[in-house]
């Protein structure tokens, strides 16, 4: 005898059968019929005969009747998509080779990175995204995180937040351009939290500390970080978030599960699952980087990708299942829905080119389109004291850049710029501030300067900016990843000054000699904004033995830089 609970169930699953009709029926499909009648008919013969749909309607909870088939495969059921195996097995390969030159180089990121991070707590905006999100709220300490420069201690999904708010707040973090851009160092939030939580818990934790884990060290860190540094980066290079109006820090949720994920133990399988889950997620739009809404979401994005990017590891260690053609379903998936039929890009062998290449923010807080272009102007102001002493914005009568393409779409602003988020991704207020006043710093970009120096304003209106085909060639250029700007002026009395180019700016790879230094000056400066001097000179001497730090245990290290 059917039961009245199996009985509700059949009349449930037929009723969504009608409901199904009725919406598939309204989408465009090149798929065969999908054969309603004859699935009502079964459900109405359960209900006569008396068959257990129990069995049907609980053996899968997550069952639902679709145009394809009326069983949707576990994670176990099918292979994941070649896209997301690729990445998770990369993340969990410790074997894999990375060179020493990385490993360098991810060395002085990790240092860029925490000085931006302590440098961005000079600023009230940036601070009051910080903390726990229910004030007052106390986490036990074998489970907490320390957020540098500060005495928060927090969840390590909420440390992730905090970490990375700090780190892109002032946009003077690291950068990598190809068709997307982004900021490879954004990972960095997500994995200095989940390592100092992941050590404290085998510390203090007796059932974790059982597993026999070694604690993380920052060699740990930076090898993870090279590889959320190559996910992001050669995603980045084959696929163009952009021109879909998707923002980057999709790609920063994508390295940052996948790293997360392999660093708490995950297998390829939870890996696979967890990146399968971020791409459900896809990424914002990019709404908030654009006039007429440019805001202070753009500096804090990143940290809502990494948090959730560690949300998701936490989730998938745990046995949590994935959906393994997320991006090839036809109809539902990845390519369909966001890429309109583009393929899902990843052509590229992962090792670890991204941090070999990746492009340091060494002279000034800007987006990185305009680093020459920046760095030019601030050349011609010296060289107009030295020829025109005197000089004002008043007897210019024009400045002309050549620039490529993607400065073009990206900062090329006219008209108001309401707040800090517009001004430092608006290649004409960058340039002005560095052709008048011979400098850009982090304040360039406040209400209160731009308000006491109109000149800004009026000298923008003069500057005509144009795309330069072999510019925009060379940008895309593997060999070269350049960011080339050329700039002149023009004054009123004929006057007229050479034309000042660069190809790179001085944080590229081709100007790694001549950038580390600065970028080594770049980090004390930061560090000495925050910390006593005792205290950041033991900070800083830490930092600069590459031998010590990297064998010190991650949260003894991050430990160091409460306040």
């Not at 007796?206 to 597993?211: E, G």
Request: some cysteine; charged content about 25%; hydrophobic content about 35%.
């Amino acid at each position: 005898m059917v039961t009245a609970l199996s009985t509700n169930k059949a009349a449930s699953v037929y009723a969504r059968l009608d409901q199904e009709k009725s919406f598939f029926q309204d989408q465009p499909t090149e798929q065969t019929e999908f054969d309603f009648e004859s699935k009502k008919a079964f459900c109405s013969q359960m209900l006569v005969s008396g068959t257990r749909l129990a069995q049907l309607t609980q053996k899968r909870p997550s069952v639902r009747f679709n145009r394809m088939s009326s069983h949707i495969p576990t994670s176990t059921d099918q292979e994941y998509d070649p896209i997301i195996t690729k990445i998770a097995k990369y993340s969990v390969d410790n074997k894999i080779k990375l060179t020493d030159v990385a490993y360098e180089t991810a060395h002085y990121a990790l240092l860029d990175t925490l000085g931006c991070a302590v440098l961005a707590l000079r600023h009230p905006e940036a601070v009051k995204h910080l903390g726990p999100i229910i004030p007052g709220t106390v986490v036990p300490h074998h489970s907490s995180v320390n957020v540098p420069g500060t005495q928060y201690e927090v969840d390590p999904v909420r440390g992730a937040w905090n970490n990375t708010t700090l780190i892109r707040w002032l946009d003077y973090n690291d950068t990598f351009l190809a068709k997307e851009f982004g900021h490879p160092s954004d990972n960095f939030g997500a994995l200095l939290a989940a390592s100092q939580y992941l050590n404290k818990n085998r510390k203090y934790s007796v059932s974790v500390s059982q597993s026999g884990n070694p604690p993380l060290t920052v060699r740990d860190v930076l090898q993870y970080g090279i590889k959320a540094y190559e996910i992001q980066g050669q995603l980045s290079i084959d696929n163009s978030l952009n021109r879909l109006g998707i923002d980057h820090v999709f790609f920063v949720k994508l390295a940052s599960t996948a790293t997360v994920t392999a660093m708490m133990g995950g297998d390829i399988e939870q890996v696979s699952a967890a990146i399968s889950n971020a791409i459900v997620d896809n990424g914002p739009m990019r709404t908030y980087r654009h006039f007429p809404n440019t805001g202070e979401r753009k500096s804090w994005a990143a940290a809502d990708a990494a948090s959730r990017a560690v949300n998701f590891a936490m989730m998938h260690v745990k046995g949590e299942r994935g959906y393994p053609s997320v991006v090839s379903t036809k109809g539902w998936g990845y390519k369909d829905v966001v890429l309109k039929g583009q393929e899902f890009g990843l052509e590229r062998d992962l090792g670890s080119y991204i941090m070999e290449n990746v492009l340091f923010k060494i002279s000034y807080p800007a987006e990185f389109h305009g680093q020459t272009a920046v760095e030019m102007s601030i050349k011609i102001h010296d060289l107009l004291n030295k020829e025109k002493p005197g000089w004002t914005e008043e007897d210019i009568k024009e400045v002309r850049f050549n620039t490529h393409e993607a400065a073009m779409r990206i900062i090329d602003k006219r008209g108001p710029l309401t707040n800090y988020a517009d001004r430092d991704h608006c290649i004409q207020y960058m340039s002005a501030v560095g052709l008048l006043f011979g400098r850009l710093v982090a304040e360039s970009y406040a209400d209160e300067f731009a308000a006491a120096n109109p000149s800004i304003d009026r000298l923008r209106e003069k500057m005509t900016i144009s795309e330069h085909k072999p510019y925009s060639v060379d940008y895309l250029d593997p060999e070269k990843r350049s960011q080339a700007s050329d700039v002149q002026v023009f004054f009123k009395d004929g006057y007229t000054t050479p034309i000042f180019k660069a190809e790179y700016p001085v944080g590229h790879r081709l100007r790694r000699q001549e950038g580390i230094p600065l970028l080594v000056e770049k980090f004390q400066n930061n560090v000495a904004t925050r910390y006593p001097t005792a205290h950041a000179k033991r900070i800083i001497d830490l930092c600069l033995n590459r031998e010590k730090l990297l064998s010190t245990e991650v949260d003894e290290f991050m430990r160091m830089w409460v306040i």
